[in-house]
């Protein structure tokens, strides 16, 4: 079976002019034309489209959609492991949303808010098992203790700060900024500071953390469309310390 430009753009809620662009960026090439010259799409370019959409929803920019989309991994295979990030990204947000709700309960009945619950959806220890696995109980253990002596506005900072960060990032990836640039690591160095609160940084552990970013969508989703740029960034500080 095969879909005219129109009819695809209206079941993936998008436009022909959109799918004509994918097209010359070769994101989604169509797999045959009907007699009037108009493009036609078959099974896999649903697949292919149905995978730039879900990136594009994560905020991936075409570039890095471009890299996804060169690597030697089938269509199928492909969307069981969006499926399982999405799944983890919907536990993640069912227990956040949960946890606002009842401190917008508790706010509304004038009951006394615990910051432990306030701050509940920052879960620090949701990455416990990749710390051990890669730098040992120890440095996990250190990293807990540290965070649990932070009074609750401090642990406020240190949150909004990687966010702050994460920001930074974004904005000189998108201004065309080189990750060995010297407004590129004057972030990365904010970043080693707001990494060494918990933690000894050296420069295995900083290309590691770097190479983890891109590797696991999980920490690569702070970095949306831009974590190979902050990979690299990092790398390049490991080498200069």
Do not use: C
Not at 195 to 207: H, K, N, Q
Not at 212 to 240: H, T
Request: avoid cysteine.
């Amino acid at each position: 079976m095969k879909w005219s430009i129109q009819k695809l753009a209206r079941a993936a809620g998008t436009t022909s002019r959109t799918l004509r662009y994918y097209g010359e960026r070769g994101l989604l090439t169509p797999t045959g034309s009907g007699a009037n010259g108009m493009r036609l799409y078959d099974e896999s370019a649903l697949g292919t489209l149905l995978r730039i959409r879900i990136l594009r929803d994560y905020g991936v920019g075409l570039e890095a959609i471009e890299d996804v989309l060169r690597r030697d991994v089938d269509t199928v295979s492909a969307l069981k492991e969006h499926a399982v990030q999405m799944r983890h990204h919907r536990r993640e947000l069912t227990r956040r949303i949960a946890s606002l709700e009842r401190t917008i309960s508790k706010m509304e009945g004038g009951e006394q808010l615990m910051a432990d619950e306030v701050f509940e959806e920052f879960d620090h220890t949701q990455h416990r098992e990749e710390v051990e696995q890669r730098w040992g109980t120890k440095a996990y253990a250190d990293s807990d203790r540290w965070w649990r002596s932070l009074s609750d506005a401090e642990k406020k900072s240190f949150q909004q700060e990687q966010k702050d960060i994460a920001t930074a990032y974004g904005e000189l990836a998108e201004s065309g900024a080189a990750p060995d640039s010297t407004e590129a690591q004057a972030v990365t160095a904010r970043h080693v500071a707001w990494l060494s609160g918990p933690t000894t940084v050296s420069p295995e552990y900083l290309r590691g953390l770097g190479e983890m970013y891109v590797a696991d969508p999980r920490f690569g989703a702070n970095y949306p469309g831009y974590v190979e740029f902050v990979r690299d960034a990092m790398a390049v500080y490991a080498e200069r310390m």
